[in-house]
């Protein structure tokens, strides 16, 4: 089985308890800390679109709906996990992201736990290139470097999951190259990392 088919193959074995889990104990904290900054700096308003990528059962895309009263289309490649996804306020999308089409652009991009299960980001970049309008913001939640990153690292690599942990430099350099420029990072937990991207306007690529 292929790297991406034992990643879906994973979260397809996780998605009916999934968020339960996610819900209660150090878990909880971890999660809730990384939607303080996480939302932070997608600074979510009203009506404002927003596309979740790798949305899973909906944790990020149902709280910037129903807290925010943003316009949030969920996409995931997992079919139990987008059936597990509430769809009061949130529209559903199974697709991987480099294979979306046809869904117009959006003022607001998130992938949060996404780019670590990606051997080669270029592709999910360029995409995202597609997706977000000029001057709209990319929003990432990642794994840290370190030792924690680590433990993360060999924990899903345990299930099958290949795990590939950058830098913020790494992250910046790729997003650059199309046309995203690195605006705010957040230290969320041990853990992870949230990095805020600005896609560029002509008169930024002059």
Same mark, same amino acid.
């Given at each position: 089985? #292929?790297?991406?088919?034992k990643?879906i193959?994973?979260?397809?074995r996780?998605?009916?308890?999934? %968020?339960?889990?996610?819900e209660r104990?150090l878990?909880?904290?971890?999660?809730? =800390? /990384?939607f303080?900054?996480v939302s932070?700096?997608?600074a979510?308003?009203?009506?404002? &679109?927003?596309?979740d990528?790798?949305?899973?059962?909906?944790?990020?895309?149902?709280r910037?709906?129903q807290?925010y #009263?943003?316009?949030v289309? #969920?996409?995931?490649?997992?079919?139990?996990?987008?059936?597990?996804?509430p =769809? /009061?306020?949130?529209s559903?999308l199974? &697709?991987?992201i480099?294979?979306?089409a #046809?869904?117009?652009?959006?003022q607001?991009?998130?992938?949060?736990?996404?780019?670590?299960?990606?051997a080669?980001?270029?592709?999910?970049?360029?995409k995202?290139?597609?997706?977000?309008?000029?001057?709209?913001?990319?929003?990432?939640?990642v794994?840290?470097?370190?030792f924690?990153g680590?433990?993360?690292?060999?924990?899903? /690599?345990?299930?099958?999951?290949?795990?590939?942990?950058?830098s913020i430099a790494?992250y910046e350099a790729l997003?650059?190259?199309?046309?995203?420029?690195?605006?705010?990072?957040?230290y969320?937990?041990?853990?992870s990392t949230a990095?805020?991207?600005?896609?560029? &306007? /002509?008169?930024? %690529?002059?």
């Open positions: 089985m #292929g790297g991406k088919k990643v193959s994973y979260f397809e996780q998605a009916a308890t999934y %968020l339960r889990r996610s104990g878990w909880k904290w971890f999660r809730q =800390r /990384e303080n900054e932070r700096l997608v979510p308003q009203k009506d404002e &679109s927003l596309i990528l790798g949305c899973g059962v909906g944790y990020y895309a149902t910037f709906s807290s #009263g943003m316009k289309l #969920g996409v995931d490649s997992s079919p139990a996990m987008l059936k597990a996804l =769809r /009061e306020g949130v559903g199974l &697709s991987e480099e294979n979306i #046809g869904v117009g652009t959006y607001k991009a998130l992938a949060a736990g996404v780019f670590e299960f990606i080669q980001p270029n592709q999910v970049f360029a995202c290139r597609e997706l977000v309008v000029v001057g709209g913001r990319l929003v990432l939640l794994p840290r470097c370190g924690f680590g433990v993360y690292k060999v924990v899903h /690599e345990l299930q099958g999951c290949s795990v590939y942990l950058r790494e997003a650059g190259e199309f046309d995203f420029v690195l605006t705010e990072t957040a969320c937990t041990p853990i990095l805020a991207f600005k896609r560029k &306007s /002509e008169a930024d %690529l002059k």
